[in-house]
Antibody, heavy 120, light 111 residues
Framework: QVQLVQSGAEVKKPGASVKVSCKASGYTFPNYAIHWVRQAPGQRLEWMGWINVGNGRTKYSQKFQGRVTITRDTSASTASMELGSLRSEDTAVYYC?????????????WGQGTTVTVSS | NFMLTQPHSVSESPGKTVTISCTRSSGIIGLDYVQWYQQRPGSAPTTVIYEFNQRPSGVPDRFSGSIDSSSNSASLTISGLKTEDEADYYCQSYDSSDLWVFGGGTTLTVL
């Protein structure tokens, strides 16, 4: 079945970087864009950026521009999101999600989420 | 960039109809598709409406989407409310630079 499996929880110190991976299975990986969305505890969904898996083109939210990098490894069917210069406000669940088969503007397959805790 | 503004919370009784609004701060609401997601506690979101008013397979027709150009807003309407509809609902859209935005989310209580 179509699924996205993310890497495990991380605990980082302020100023460090974190890299979260997202392994796809059950579909043709290059054919669907992957987005990254985060959610701080009790807070709203926050869009971070996306990657065109076919050509590697990326777009980032202005809020994270310069701190976030999204990449993909088509040979491993894996997308990754790296966030640098971490601060306590970056403590959140980070999700990868795939666009739907019928619309590039909605997300239908989500990873299970990766909890990133930033604490000294 | 633009913002999508939603009411913080709404509540209604089972069997009734509720509408959640999503107002775009800049740019024309009708030019860029709006999607709606349902998120239950502890779970990832699921799409209930995409491209303004399209329902994914498996989403009951109690869920519908629309836009109102006069208020530059989109709306999610849920009729025949059930207790299982209790969740957070988020609207989402994008701009001409392919930058996406989520609304602030609305907590629906069915009481």
């Amino acid at each position: 079945q179509v699924q996205l499996v993310q890497s495990g929880a991380e605990v980082k110190k302020p100023g460090a970087s974190v890299k979260v991976s997202c392994k796809a299975s059950g579909y043709t990986f290059p054919n669907y864009a992957i987005h990254w969305v985060r959610q701080a505890p009790g807070q709203r969904l926050e869009w971070m950026g996306w990657i065109n898996v076919g050509n590697g083109r990326t777009k980032y939210s202005q809020k994270f521009q310069g701190r976030v990098t999204i990449t993909r490894d088509t040979s491993a069917s894996t997308a990754s999101m790296e966030l640098g210069s971490l601060r306590s406000e970056d403590t959140a669940v980070y999700y990868c999600a795939r666009v739907t088969e019928i619309s590039d503007y909605a997300l239908d397959v989500w990873g299970q989420g990766t909890t990133v805790t930033v604490s000294s | 960039n633009f913002m999508l503004t939603q009411p913080h919370s709404v509540s209604e009784s089972p069997g009734k109809t509720v509408t959640i609004s999503c107002t775009r701060s800049s740019g024309i609401i009708g030019l860029d598709y709006v999607q709606w997601y349902q998120q239950r506690p502890g779970s990832a979101p699921t799409t209930v409406i995409y491209e303004f008013n399209q329902r994914p397979s498996g989403v009951p027709d109690r869920f519908s989407g629309s836009i109102d150009s006069s208020s530059n807003s989109a709306s999610l309407t849920i009729s025949g409310l059930k207790t299982e509809d209790e969740a957070d609902y988020y609207c989402q859209s994008y701009d001409s630079s392919d930058l996406w935005v989520f609304g602030g989310g609305t907590t629906l209580t069915v009481l």
